[in-house]
C-alpha cells in the first residue's frame, strides 16, 4: 500500500512556475514507477509526466516538455513536478499517481490544484 499526498499547487500567473511534491508513505515508493496527471474542468485526465523507479528515465506529453520537470528522492519518499512558463492551459487539478507500470497505477493522491491566469 502506497498513500500519496500532492502539495504545491496555487495560483500563478501565465508565465510563472511552481513546483509540485508528492509524498508518499508506506514502503513500496522507490519500486514504484510515479506519474503526474492532471485534470482540466470538462476534459479528461491526461498524462503529463512519468518517472522510473530509479529516476533514470522520464517522459513527458507533448504539451509541457521543455517547459516541465519530474523528479524524485526515494530516499525522501518523494516525487516533485518542476513547472516553469506556466501557459492558461495547464490549469487543471494534478494528481500523483504510483504503480508497477505505467499501463497500472495503482494508487493515487487526492489531487493539488493548479490555476494560471492572464
Known amino acids: 500500500q502506497v498513500d500519496l499526498v500532492e502539495s504545491g499547487g496555487g495560483l500563478v500567473q501565465a508565465g510563472g512556475s511552481l513546483r509540485l511534491s508528492c509524498a508518499a508513505s508506506?514502503?513500496?515508493?522507490?519500486?514504484?514507477?510515479m506519474g503526474w496527471f492532471r485534470q482540466a474542468p470538462g476534459k479528461e485526465r491526461e498524462s503529463v509526466a512519468r518517472?522510473?523507479?530509479?529516476?533514470?528515465?522520464?517522459f513527458y506529453g507533448d504539451s509541457v516538455k521543455g517547459r516541465f520537470t519530474i523528479s524524485r528522492d526515494n530516499a525522501k519518499n518523494t516525487m516533485y513536478l518542476r513547472m516553469i512558463n506556466l501557459e492558461l492551459e495547464d490549469t487543471g487539478v494534478y494528481y500523483c499517481?504510483?504503480?508497477?507500470?505505467?499501463?497500472?497505477?495503482?494508487?493515487w493522491g487526492q489531487g493539488t490544484q493548479v490555476t494560471v491566469s492572464s
Open positions: 499517481a504510483a504503480g508497477p507500470n505505467y499501463l497500472s497505477y495503482r494508487y
Open positions: 508506506g514502503r513500496a515508493f522507490s519500486s514504484n514507477i
Open positions: 518517472i522510473s523507479q530509479t529516476g533514470s528515465t522520464t
